[in-house]
């Protein structure tokens, strides 16, 4: 790293890193120190390292950016995701310890280190990358601390696997609130205040801050509840009058294994109660309507992902984070609405026979563009 730009190649910590395909690297370390065990992945965004470390959506997860500087705009309060950073750890060729920018609070390095999360670089995240690409995502352990290759190889076979940890409990709110911000206005460098005309409850499976501020800007008042929240409570609120829908946010790990989340679905669809999921929300609105959900290869992650939208027949550049997708034959009940134009997988659904709609990617954005936001306000005009 160059002197002028922060850290001093010897002022970095050395980590070794090793890889469940037997391969064993040596890097430099920054932000917290320690051994961690997660599933590596790689994104694609130009910018945002913030919004990203900090989406709850990385729990369990390495996050390995082809953009080779990070760093150098420094973090701020209002570019949190959420009120930490979840990920494992993250894999950049060049970190900058000296950002300039104007809405620098903290540099990335402080970020990480009072969030326990490692930071990895001086290492060739062009190799990881086409490594990932050609072989799939996969678990690795990086280590501050252990750097004998039997042992590394020990930690890591005896560690769970991200598909054997149900992560939304670690993320998800404890406590129910409401949220009282809107978009964030570049003009006066604060947040709109929400005008709105409808109710809803979010189940926080690792919901992002953004998402809810595009709920609140389409006219929404959202009350932020834990994933525990029975079902019954839900339905008497909705039969009361009291909420008008339920939103399904984001988070980490399979869906495959949330069986209390599926069942809990399954009983709101029954009740008809109208439903929106995002991310993994999308996921679990398939498998509660009898599809289960199958691993993409290396995901998609990144801020550039092209979505055919077939209701307007236009395309739509998006943000998107996801390593699983619905099945195919979900059209038997639902009508596919987007479909992801590098491998034709499913990226939005309108459900047949009850009132729900879903989205793959992120139409939040943040990071990326904002060609997709109208998303929310078909939800509210559906509610």
């Known amino acids: ?45 130009l910018t945002g390292y913030q919004e990203i470390v900090t989406d709850p959506s990385y729990a369990g997860q390495f996050v390995t950016f082809t953009m080779p500087e990070i760093g150098n705009v420094g973090c701020n309060a209002q570019d949190m995701e959420s009120k930490g950073a979840h990920c494992k750890g993250i894999i950049v060729r060049t970190y900058q310890d000296r950002p300039s920018n104007f809405r620098c609070e903290e540099t990335l390095a402080a ?7 490692l930071g990895i670089c001086e290492i060739d995240t062009r190799f990881i990358t086409k490594m990932l690409r050609e072989e799939g995502a996969m678990m690795m352990v990086a280590s501050t601390e252990i750097h004998d290759e039997k042992e590394l190889k020990r930690v890591l076979e005896t560690s769970p696997r991200i598909e054997d940890v149900n ?16 978009r964030y206005n570049m003009d006066t460098f604060n947040y709109d205040k929400p005008q709105t005309s409808k109710k809803i409850i979010a189940l ?67 009740h008809k109660v109208p439903l929106f999921g995002i991310c993994l929300g999308h996921q679990l609105l398939s498998i509660a309507h009898g599809y289960d959900t199958y ?14 939208n077939a209701m307007t027949n236009t395309v739509e550049i998006t943000a998107q984070n996801h390593n699983y997708n619905v099945p195919d034959n979900i059209t038997e009940v639902a009508t596919v609405t987007h479909t992801n134009l590098f491998d034709n997988t499913i990226e939005g659904l309108k459900y047949k026979d009850s009132p729900s ?23 509210r005009e559906m509610l």
């Open 357 to 379: 709609m879903s989205v793959q990617h992120h139409p939040e954005a943040s990071p990326g563009p904002h060609e997709s936001a109208y998303i929310f306000t078909a939800f």
């Open 295 to 308: 691993k993409l290869q290396f995901g998609h992650h990144g801020g550039n992902h092209p979505v055919m």
């Open 1 to 45: 790293m160059n002197e002028e730009l922060g850290m001093r190649n010897e002022e970095l910590t050395k980590v070794s890193l090793y890889f469940e395909n037997g391969l064993m690297l040596e890097a430099k370390g920054f932000g917290a120190t320690g051994t961690s065990v997660g599933e590596v992945v790689f994104n694609t965004s």
């Open 111 to 117: 970020l990480l280190e009072k969030n326990g999360v």
């Open 204 to 270: 926080d499976f690792g919901i992002k801050r953004n998402i809810l501020n595009e709920l609140t800007h389409a006219g929404m008042e959202v009350t932020v509840v834990p994933n525990d929240m029975p079902a019954k409570e839900i339905i008497a609120k909705i039969d009361s009058k009291e909420i008008d829908g339920v939103f399904l946010s984001n988070g980490p790990g399979d869906p495959l294994i949330l069986k209390e989340e599926q069942e809990k679905i399954k009983k709101l669809i029954a």
């Open 167 to 182: 992560y939304i409990e670690q993320v998800s709110t404890k406590e129910a609130y409401v949220h009282n911000e809107a």
